[in-house]
């Protein structure tokens, strides 16, 4: 499932650099995750960077946006093939 910012973000920016797809920008008055380029990192790490680098602990699960990891994956490959 593709993550999303709550109202709790701070702006900070932390988020943006280590997000792999570029799905990371910024919104008004907090930051936005593209649900078409997230894959919560799969693909490319572990564990969804923009999770572990914010200090506001904001970045939840999308419920609108619910995908299996071979899902994600397929997203990944699609944007880096």
């Known amino acids: 499932m593709a993550l999303m910012i709550n109202d709790d973000c701070t702006a ?6 280590p997000c792999p797809n570029d799905a ?19 693909g490319a790490n572990d564990e969804p960077q923009c999770v572990v680098v914010c200090p506001a602990d904001c ?3 999308d419920p609108k946006h619910a995908e299996t990891r071979e899902q994600l994956q397929a997203k990944y490959d699609r944007l880096h093939g």
């Open 59 to 61: 970045i939840i699960p």
């Open 24 to 42: 990371i920008s910024v919104g008004s008055p907090v930051y936005l995750i593209d649900a078409s380029k997230c894959t919560e990192c799969v």
């Open 12 to 17: 900070c920016d932390a988020c943006v650099e």
